[in-house]
């Protein structure tokens, strides 16, 4: 994970400094007519992923193994350029024997490995180990191509859709009576309610949902699911429930010892 330097500025869980130091292709390689290097994606279970190499002139490599957090120093360069992948042995032996017997394009296999770790790039999270304020950085500068954003537009759909049935039902005063939220349960229209409600909900669409998916990807924190939209108070955190559904809620919460793990609001009394 990012940690802070005396400076403040946070730095990544790479284990030495990001270089953007690149390959040269070598002359003189033979030329291979006719190719193009299409790796695509397929997800493996377990640690790691998996690519198939398509070279485009009948020969293929199915299922080649990928793995992430490998950093040789002696190699050092950015991790967009390879650093911190690793590749099964077997696959690399192949390429050189197709390129040895000038059946592959030399300069096409390498630029084929390197398509592969790069289309894995987002699926195995490799972002982790960039610079923060980088990410968030690129990310203003070509919001579409962040991958932290990327990474976590599943989750901001997630928190979005909660907050739509969240305002659906706060909305509807004469079905659901009953509202839980941070300090505890309340009738519908008590003061407090209003007071941590907004007064108007909209799903964010447009510029306004790159914004808001930017603000939740770069500071929500995966092990307990909060970011900075947690409590902003244009999004409805508090939930809405029927009678029945108020008596539920307290029933689960009161223990041998009484309603310890909930309490009810003194103010309006609610009473399911």
């Not at 790479?14 to 040269?24: G, K, L, Q």
């Not at 919460?253 to 009810?264: C, H, I, L, M």
Request: aromatic share 8%; proline share 8%; hydrophobic share 30%.
């Amino acid at each position: 994970m990012a940690s802070k330097t005396k400076s403040g500025r946070r730095v990544s869980g790479n284990p030495a400094a990001r270089t953007t130091e690149r390959h040269t292709r070598q002359p003189g390689l033979p030329s291979v007519p006719h190719q193009a290097a299409v790796p695509t994606v397929t997800l493996d279970p377990g640690e790691g992923a998996t690519v198939s190499f398509d070279f485009g002139n009948g020969l293929s490599l199915p299922e080649v193994q990928y793995t992430f957090t490998m950093f040789p120093h002696a190699r050092e360069r950015a991790i967009r350029d390879g650093w911190g992948f690793g590749i099964e042995l077997p696959t690399v032996l192949d390429i050189l024997d197709h390129v040895a017997k000038g059946k592959v394009d030399a300069a096409i296999a390498r630029d084929l490995l390197l398509h592969g770790a790069r289309e894995l790039y987002v699926p195995m999270e490799c972002h982790r180990y960039e610079d923060e304020n980088e990410l968030e950085a690129d990310c203003m500068r070509a919001p579409q191509a962040c991958p932290v954003c990327r990474s976590r537009r599943d989750w901001f759909e997630a928190f979005l859709d909660t907050a739509d049935q969240r305002w659906s039902q706060f909305t509807q005063p004469e079905t659901y009576t009953f509202i839980a939220g941070r300090s505890g349960l309340h009738q519908i229209d008590c003061p407090v309610v209003r007071r941590e409600m907004p007064d108007q909900y909209a799903r964010p669409a447009g510029d306004t949902y790159v914004s808001e998916l930017r603000r939740y990807a770069h500071s929500v924190d995966p092990s307990s699911g909060l970011s900075d939209l947690e409590y902003a108070r244009q999004y409805p955190h508090w939930d809405a429930m029927t009678a029945t559904e108020a008596r539920k809620w307290r029933a689960e919460r009161t223990g041998p010892k009484g309603g310890r793990n909930y309490k009810s609001c003194g103010r309006c009394a609610p009473s399911p």
